[in-house]
């Protein structure tokens, strides 16, 4: 019984140890300083940009990360997507509604599945469309393959369309594609009209599939200042320096809840998560690695947070000290603002 006991002793120190850690760190003061000092000791992060009030009230770069450099925003990009696709619903181009089969009639054609071309818009902007996931231990097959569109129609039917959650970039390219075909604009042209010209936006890179559609989900490459005007521009439901850019009831649904995540406390939008932090609901874009950009409504407030990618793995151990961050320095330097 010694050795237990023994345990206990030690787990109970420790316990303690990290209680009074935590309202020494509690009884501190707040400040900018403390809060970038904070987010430097988290090896991976690259960038942190606190705006409120639409007024940028801190920035930094840690580890000879550029404020310049367009960097990867890994699956941030389907929020991206989320946003072009409410611009075309908003001109009438695409409607939620239509399916699958709509889009892709030759190969329904050729594969007849009446649950899979009755799948809708809305069912792919909420990662509810059923199919198997392209990502994970598919995302290299799926990458390397011929025909990224064939290859997730393709992928067997996991559960009902409007179910839950299937979490896949396969999805979110299918909606760059009906993008593309829908409005006769490739996505990046259709994006830099319509989206990126006017927030004075310009894309470093974008990765295209093998029939040369913009990959949609992942790999486009943004600055930590432009991953901030789109967070300001959602905050502000749509509105950008004056002009409406995509509609306020678009940036409502997208805030909405559709599904939940598999894997992580947080529920899903139109390619938005959102969770609460402290006692704020936070609303945000995530990518792979530690790429966020997060939006406080009732602070008013967004902060973008981007990570190196060079340790970054599939255990995302990233996450938590990034909400720590936020929940524990940045939220309470807004809210005593």
């Given at each position: 019984?010694?050795?237990?006991?023994?345990?206990?002793?030690?787990?109970?120190?420790?316990?303690?140890?990290?209680?009074?850690?935590?309202?020494?760190?509690?009884?501190q003061p707040v400040t900018l300083e403390r809060t970038f000092k904070e987010?430097?000791?988290?090896?991976?992060?690259?960038?942190?940009?606190?705006?409120?009030?639409?007024?940028?009230?801190?920035?930094?770069?840690?580890?000879?990360?550029?404020?310049?450099?367009?960097?990867?925003?890994?699956?941030?990009?389907?929020?991206?997507?989320?946003?072009?696709?409410?611009?075309?619903?908003?001109?009438?181009?695409?409607s939620l509604d239509e399916t699958l089969n709509d889009y892709f009639p030759?190969?329904?054609?050729?594969?007849?599945?009446?649950?899979?071309?009755?799948?809708?818009?809305?069912?792919?902007?909420?990662?509810q469309s059923g199919l198997e996931t392209t990502s994970f231990y598919n995302?290299?097959?799926?990458?390397?393959?011929?025909?990224?569109?064939?290859?997730?129609?393709?992928?067997?039917?996991?559960?009902?369309?409007?179910?839950?959650?299937?979490?896949?970039?396969?999805?979110?390219?299918?909606?760059?594609?009906?993008?593309?075909?829908?409005?006769?604009?490739?996505?990046?042209?259709?994006?830099?009209?319509?989206?990126?010209?006017?927030?004075?936006?310009?894309?470093?890179?974008?990765?295209?599939?093998?029939?040369?559609?913009?990959?949609?989900?992942?790999?486009?490459?943004?600055?930590?200042?432009?991953?901030?005007?789109?967070?300001?521009?959602?905050?502000?439901?749509?509105?950008?320096?004056?002009?409406?850019?995509?509609?306020?009831?678009?940036?409502?649904?997208?805030?909405?809840?559709?599904?939940?995540?598999?894997?992580?406390?947080?529920?899903?939008?139109?390619?938005?998560?959102?969770?609460?932090?402290?006692?704020?609901?936070?609303?945000?874009?995530?990518?792979?690695?530690?790429?966020?950009?997060?939006?406080?409504?009732?602070?008013?407030?967004?902060?973008?947070?981007?990570?190196?990618?060079?340790?970054?793995?599939?255990?995302?151990?990233?996450?938590?000290?990034?909400?720590?961050?936020?929940?524990?320095?940045?939220?309470?330097?807004?809210?005593?603002?």
């Amino acid at each position: 019984m010694r050795i237990p006991l023994l345990r206990f002793g030690l787990l109970s120190l420790l316990i303690l140890s990290f209680c009074e850690l935590q309202a020494q760190s509690a009884s501190q003061p707040v400040t900018l300083e403390r809060t970038f000092k904070e987010a430097e000791s988290i090896r991976s992060l690259r960038s942190v940009l606190i705006q409120q009030d639409g007024e940028l009230i801190g920035e930094e770069y840690f580890r000879n990360a550029s404020a310049d450099y367009p960097y990867n925003i890994k699956s941030a990009s389907k929020s991206v997507i989320s946003l072009l696709v409410g611009i075309a619903v908003d001109q009438g181009e695409i409607s939620l509604d239509e399916t699958l089969n709509d889009y892709f009639p030759d190969y329904f054609e050729s594969n007849p599945n009446p649950e899979k071309a009755s799948i809708t818009i809305r069912n792919l902007l909420s990662m509810q469309s059923g199919l198997e996931t392209t990502s994970f231990y598919n995302y290299g097959a799926w990458v390397i393959s011929d025909d990224w569109v064939e290859f997730q129609l393709d992928q067997p039917m996991e559960e009902e369309p409007g179910g839950k959650m299937v979490y896949s970039t396969g999805t979110s390219h299918l909606l760059s594609v009906i993008l593309t075909k829908a409005t006769g604009m490739s996505t990046k042209a259709f994006a830099e009209e319509y989206l990126f010209d006017p927030l004075n936006i310009n894309v470093g890179g974008w990765d295209r599939d093998p029939q040369g559609y913009y990959m949609g989900g992942n790999n486009l490459a943004l600055t930590p200042q432009d991953l901030l005007k789109i967070g300001q521009l959602m905050l502000n439901g749509g509105d950008y320096a004056g002009q409406q850019i995509v509609s306020d009831e678009w940036v409502r649904d997208s805030f909405g809840t559709y599904t939940r995540s598999n894997f992580n406390p947080y529920d899903y939008g139109y390619m938005w998560w959102n969770r609460t932090v402290g006692n704020y609901r936070v609303y945000f874009a995530w990518g792979f690695g530690g790429q966020y950009v997060f939006m406080i409504p009732e602070l008013d407030s967004v902060v973008v947070m981007t990570s190196f990618l060079n340790n970054a793995t599939q255990r995302r151990s990233y996450k938590e000290p990034i909400f720590e961050l936020l929940e524990y320095q940045i939220i309470p330097l807004l809210a005593q603002n």
